[in-house]
């Protein structure tokens, strides 16, 4: 299909879905350029990068990588990690996500002193349960907080329930999906962020570009490409 399309003319291909990338990588055309872009991690949770287990979505893409005419990263430390494993080749490069800031920032001042915000897919890799946690632990030792979840996922009733067992349910208030993350971030203190893999997170690029402290953990890959500790 994909060759009757293109016939004699030049086309790029660009390939986003890892599972299209499984057999996107065999097709070839002497007028195509293929690229597949890593827009996650390619190794599992909390894999060394030089030894660990692949990521298993991305395997066949890093079998067959000189199939590819370009692989593009979302950050310059994934990039190198990927070199340093496999090999330097001329097909890999960086594009990293893009996000529009204000002009000016608004003044720290003027924000919701105690809140803090999480936005993002309510799935085992965002690693909410832990951030609950973390919610009740600065609570107990004294200091006022309160944590806006912006979102929605397969975990909401895993984490709703957490909540009620932790008793932070006046601390704590989900939101679902929203149109004003923007404003959200405008007004909260802190973004916090608990992943336990990251390609490039946009929450942090969209909080920085809002003015709003963003707190993560030092994961492969993304936060440490765009936080100064």
Known sequence: FLTDLVDLAHADVVVDSKYSAGFLW????????????????????????????????????????????GIAFLTESQRTAFVQRFGETSNTFVISNPVDGLRTLPAFGDRKPNSVIHVGRFTKGKNIGELLEIVKKVATAGTQIHLDLVGDGDQRPELEAKVHQLGVEDLVTFHGHVNDVGQRLHHARVLLLCSKFEGQ?????????????????????????????
């Open 26 to 69: 065999s097709w070839k055309h002497p007028e195509a350029v293929k690229v597949v872009n890593f827009h996650s991690t390619h190794l599992a949770a909390g894999q060394d990068p030089m030894t660990g287990k692949l990521s298993t979505a991305h395997q066949k893409i890093i079998q067959n990588r000189d199939a590819w005419d």
């Open 201 to 229: 997170s946009l929450a942090i690029l969209e909080a920085q570009a809002h003015g709003c402290v963003p707190v993560a953990y030092d994961v492969d890959f993304g936060p440490r490409d765009v936080i100064e500790n």
